[in-house]
């Protein structure tokens, strides 16, 4: 089956948001009274371009391409993993700050793992259940509602694993709650795009498919 190069740059951009954000959530930020991490800005482009995947190319083909994110954010881990370990040149003298801001620890980065397996495939199995149960109409309802699921899931997973015992239930849960409205008011507002984006893919593509006889296994091939 051919790939058409609009399809490879939604899986560039989806795999692109991905490691960017992983990379940046390193800095804290303040925005409106909330502490948020600095990937708020692109992470939830993620989602977005999750529920693109689906919406136009189907469960099967948002599988892979998840999949496939979860391997370049390995590499990207262990590049820069084993980049702090060699030993640095004379001349470079922020080898602690490398590892302040990259260097993340294996707690954070099992939570950000399994954050991400299980926020983006609930992403992508509510939307394409949506859409059938929908047939086909509604967009605003699927992507929105998957998102609130993905996004909820993800931070969920993510800031439990990360700071359970660190910091009180109470904060933890506060967190938790104004992260997860924050990445769903950024998927409402970018709605009107993408049903710019969707509407574009599906007309040029000549794609609109049904997830109806789907395996939803994540594992499966």
Known sequence: MSVSYRFVIVVALFVTCLITANITIAKQIFILGLVLPAAIVIFPLSYIIGDILTEVYGY????????????CNLVAVMTIWIGGLLPSAPVFEAQAAYDRILGSTPRFLLASFLAYVAGEFSNAY?????????KGRWLWSRTIGSTLAGQGIDTVVVLTIGFIGVLP?????????????VKAAYEILATPLTYLVV?????KEN?????????FNPLKA
């Open 60 to 71: 099967q083909q948002a599988r892979r391409v998840i999949w496939l994110g979860f391997a």
């Open 126 to 134: 509510v939307l394409a259940r949506m859409k059938v149960k929908t």
């Open 169 to 181: 239930l109470s904060v933890l849960g506060i967190m938790i709650l104004s992260h997860w409205l």
């Open 199 to 203: 509407g574009y893919l599906k007309q």
């Open 207 to 215: 794609l609109d498919p049904y997830d109806y006889d789907i395996d």
